[in-house]
């Protein structure tokens, strides 16, 4: 049977992920690193399909393969053998991967508010967009608006615009004045003012609007009229695609199986990014929402930890610290307004995986009574989509995770990868 | 130009760029994913796995989430799933 093992595994190749990894290395481990995507890089570093990974991400991933890291793409972490022993599917099969420490990097996903419509094809999540653009979906001349809430809006908005998308607008829930101190306060981060204001000279030309959002998206079969509410006004657009999200959540699925306290929907970690299972580690936007710069930071000297080094070097913790306080001013400037509430109607679909409609939802005083009466929350995505939804709207608690975290084969949760060779020369060796 | 592959869905031939995942290659010809429990039509949304809208049996493999395959010479594509 395939079973691999390493002082220190580390699940997800985002930015936190592969700081971790370099870090441990670095320290003398012995690292494995695993993603279930294709290449490594995460949302913010995603490989475009026809273009080299940025910068920073082939920085680190040199600096890993140098230190011989063992990557594992296409490698997804499903379930919990035992304490510190992960099961994963890869595309020779189930494996089993031993840890002397664990490094949970496993990232965010973006928030989804459901409202009439969201579920035409043509509807995207912002970053997904983002996402299958680099992936090869064609935007150049496409009409496409840009809504929800977040920084990330800006940050897809230029992207599509780059690709020589045809960028309507861009449609903030939050109130300009928030934005606008959330935005002096950056004055803190020269860096990251510096890269907002490079990031707004490529938005020159597009119309950027604050108290706005979506209300309802129209089209036989796809998308094709969008109608959006700016402050008591309505506006429609024909257009292609719609890139919308509000906000980010962590994911903590993982982590939650293998017993690790989880906050406010973020893992619980201390000053080492311990969390509360011994030799399990957490960093990244699973440990809740702070940006690319927090994530390397906290992946660093989780790394640092895992590997065995005591404190986490001075400066990385002032740092750390830094980053922490903008985290908070973020969450606070781009809160969900409660008008958002009002977005979805009785016939409106939640459970996209289950098609359970609002209506049928609300009948029920609970969550637990509703999700076993409706099976919302029970298809293959597990309340990924909707349980963020629903915790906003009716403040439900988020679905706990089950095993497996994805489908997998009957065979694949029993049985091994048994051709040793084959899945030894599907993964990468460094 | 980029190398083109052979891609099959639901028996029909598309020639599309090596290197782009099976997700893209559906959305850019319109071609839906998958159809929903009450028969409406779904295309991917998070572009990053955890939405599974995007799913479909991809040699002979149910519920493989599109967006993380890259198409293949001769990959066959079911969306009935
Ligand atoms: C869709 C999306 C797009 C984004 N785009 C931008 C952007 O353009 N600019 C920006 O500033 N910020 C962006 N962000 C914010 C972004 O989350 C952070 O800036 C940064 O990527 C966080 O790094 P991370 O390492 O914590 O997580 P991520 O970069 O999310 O990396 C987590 C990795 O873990 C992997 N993973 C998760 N679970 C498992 C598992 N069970 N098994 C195996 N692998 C697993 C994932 O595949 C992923 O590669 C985006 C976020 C999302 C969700
Ligand atoms: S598009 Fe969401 S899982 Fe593929």
């Known amino acids: ?430 | 130009m980029p190398e083109m592959v052979r891609l099959v869905v639901d028996g029909l031939e598309l020639q599309v760029p090596a290197g782009i995942t099976v997700a893209a290659a559906l959305l850019n010809r319109r071609l839906v994913a998958r159809r929903s429990v009450g028969g409406e039509p779904r295309a991917p949304l998070c572009g990053m796995g955890s939405c599974f809208e995007c799913r479909a049996t991809v040699d002979g493999r149910p519920h493989t989430r599109t967006c993380m395959v890259r198409v293949r010479n001769g990959l066959d594509v079911r969306t009935d799933d």
């Open chain 1, 1 to 430: 049977m395939t079973e691999l093992s390493a002082d220190v595994v580390v699940v997800g190749a985002g930015p936190a992920g592969l700081a971790a990894a370099v870090a441990a290395a670095e320290a003398g481990a012995h690292v494995i690193l695993t993603d279930e995507q294709p290449a490594p890089g995460g949302q913010i570093w995603r490989q475009p399909w026809d273009a080299q990974p940025p910068a920073p991400s082939r920085e680190l991933w040199r600096r890993a393969e140098h230190r011989g890291v063992r990557l594992l793409p296409e490698t997804a972490v499903f379930g919990v053998q035992e304490a510190r022993c992960l099961r994963a599917a890869s595309p020779g099969g189930a494996v089993t991967i031993r840890a002397g420490a664990i490094v949970l990097a496993t990232g965010a996903l973006e928030r989804m508010l459901p409202f009439p419509g969201w579920t035409l094809p043509g509807v995207f999540a912002a970053g997904g967009i983002q996402a299958l653009a680099k992936s090869g979906l064609e935007v150049a001349g496409k009409r496409i608006v840009v809504a929800g809430s977040g920084p990330l809006l800006l940050a897809v908005a230029a992207f599509l615009k780059r690709q020589g998308a045809v960028v309507l607008g861009i449609f903030e829930q939050a109130e300009a004045m928030a934005v606008a101190r959330f935005a002096g306060s950056l004055l803190l981060h020269p860096g990251k003012l510096r890269q907002a204001a490079a990031l707004l000279g490529e938005l020159t030309g597009i119309p950027g609007h604050h108290s706005a959002w979506p209300v309802r998206a129209e089209g036989t079969g796809w998308l094709e009229r969008l109608t959006v509410r700016v402050g008591d006004q309505e506006q429609s657009f024909e257009l292609d695609f719609l890139a919308c999200s509000f906000g980010l959540v962590p994911v903590t699925g993982l982590a939650e199986l293998l017993g690790c306290r989880v906050e406010s929907g973020a893992v619980v970690v201390d000053r080492q990014q311990r969390t509360t299972v011994p030799a399990v580690f957490a960093a990244g936007e699973a440990t809740g929402i702070g940006g690319v710069d927090s994530a390397v930071i906290e992946g660093a000297i989780a790394g640092a930890a895992a590997a065995g080094s005591m404190d986490p070097a001075p400066s990385l913790d002032r740092r750390r610290n830094r980053e922490q306080a903008f985290a908070r001013r973020l969450a606070l400037a781009f809160r969900l307004r409660p008008e958002l509430k009002a977005l979805c109607e009785a016939d409106t679909i939640v459970c996209r995986c289950e098609d359970v409609r609002f209506g049928a939802l609300i009948r029920y005083g609970d969550a637990r009574e509703a999700r076993l009466a409706t099976r919302c929350g029970m298809g293959p995505c597990q309340g990924r989509m909707c349980g963020p939804a629903l915790n906003f709207l009716r403040g439900w608690p988020l679905p706990r995770p089950a095993l497996p975290l994805i489908p997998v084969t009957a065979r694949a949760l029993v049985t091994d990868a048994t051709d040793r060779t084959a899945s030894a020369t599907f993964f990468r060796e460094s």
